[in-house]
């Protein structure tokens, strides 16, 4: 039986049930208060009174069933009524409720239901609607992530496809195809590593090997790392505030990874003659790595979405430079290892701030 037929009988047969109990109990009880009264009188009246008893009793019994039967067409026609609106009301909610779920089920991520009412079912409809939001924006963030793989992939795939022919027409020797090929080979291969490592990030399965080491061991290492790429641009890389004694507990690999994005960052965006300057201090309890370059800042409308997958402030002159999920997994390593990432920017320059916790 469908829902409605059976929200309305359901009503309406614990109104009958109530009318029925309601009828039997005035029945039951009635006659006999009301024999009780008469006697009262017929004490009072004396002989002639009992007379009268036969009338006054059928009298009653006559008032009592008309007062009953009038009432009962009443009694059920307002419950016929309030069984319907409400029925109604329930079935209308499951009804929405089950074309919604079938619409996002075909893919409608925009459906929404209306939210009317403050009772349960209109905060059903609000549960369903914020599921709704949420699938949309995954959907819109998947079908985003393919296509700016795409488009990461086109430029060294484009490049290939250039030297590929450039040798087939002999217009360039193998020799001086050779160097271009093997970087436009990896930058791919950087870029499908950074995805797989993107991957593990959100699904929060990264291999982590806590350590304690010095603050110091680590910007060691990354002076060590791009001491000759900052040398080879004109850019001074330079250390600040390394207390000797602030030791961090973390993976050493994945935090110098973190570090290395942001000082590779630093070095694409700071012209030559420009000052990166690596420090280390104590915030909020954990240890503070910070990367100040002197480069060309990042407008304030840009600085919430830079750690998003792909975002870039200048797509069309920047694209091809890095993979575009640098500080997506510089943001993902440090918070996967209790810390936090903050960036404040200007005119002079990007100050990258990560913390990780103190050992
Ligand atoms: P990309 O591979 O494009 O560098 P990232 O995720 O590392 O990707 O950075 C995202 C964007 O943030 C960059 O495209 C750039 O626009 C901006 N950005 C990051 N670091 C800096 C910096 N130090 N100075 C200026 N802009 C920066």
Redesign the pocket.
């Known amino acids: 039986m469908k829902l409605f037929p059976r929200l309305f009988l359901g009503h309406l047969l614990v109104i009958l049930v109530a009318l029925g109990a309601l009828f039997l109990v005035v029945e039951l009880s009635a006659p006999s208060f009301y024999r009780h009264h008469v006697e009262q009188m017929v004490a009072l009246i004396g002989p002639e009174g009992r007379v009268l008893r036969p009338d006054l009793e059928r009298g009653m019994r006559r008032t009592l069933n008309s007062a009953l039967l009038a009432a009962v067409p009443f009694a059920v026609a307002v419950a016929a009524i309030t069984a319907s609106l409400t029925s109604r009301r329930i079935v209308r909610a499951v009804q929405l409720l089950s074309d919604g779920s079938q619409a996002l089920a075909a893919g409608q991520y925009s459906r929404r239901l209306p939210e009317t009412g403050r009772d349960e079912l209109a905060g059903l409809a609000h549960n369903f609607n914020v599921m709704a939001g949420s699938l949309e924006r995954v959907e819109q963030d998947r079908v985003a992530l393919i296509g700016n793989v795409g488009h990461e992939l086109r430029t060294p795939l484009a490049a290939l496809r250039g030297y590929s022919e450039a040798l087939t027409d002999g217009v360039m020797l193998p020799e001086q195809a050779a160097p271009a090929i093997r970087r436009e080979v990896r930058a791919m291969e950087r870029l499908a590593s950074d995805l797989s490592l993107v991957s593990r990030i959100e699904a929060g399965r990264v291999d982590l090997h806590p350590t304690i080491f010095g603050a110091r061991t680590l910007l060691a290492a990354a002076l060590e790392r791009f001491g000759d790429a900052y040398a080879e641009r004109g850019v001074t890389l330079m250390t600040q505030n390394a207390p000797d004694d602030m030791q961090v507990r973390a993976d050493f690999e994945r935090a110098s990874q973190a570090l290395s994005?942001?000082l590779?960052?630093?070095l694409?965006?700071?012209p030559p003659g420009g000052r990166v300057t690596l420090a280390v201090q104590e915030v909020g309890g954990q240890v503070g790595f910070s990367?100040e370059?002197t480069?060309?800042?990042?407008p304030a409308e840009?600085l919430e979405r830079?750690?998003e997958r792909?975002?870039?402030?200048?797509?069309a002159r920047?694209?091809g430079?890095?993979?575009?999920?640098?500080?997506?997994?510089?943001r993902g390593l440090v918070e996967q290892m209790g810390g936090t990432v903050r960036v404040t920017?200007g005119e002079g320059?990007?100050t990258?701030t990560f913390t990780l916790p103190r050992a």
């Open positions: 994005n942001l590779s960052n630093a694409r965006h700071t990367v370059d480069g060309s800042g990042i840009h830079i750690f792909f975002y870039r402030v200048d797509p920047t694209r430079e890095g993979s575009g999920v640098g500080l997506t997994i510089a920017s320059g990007s990258f």
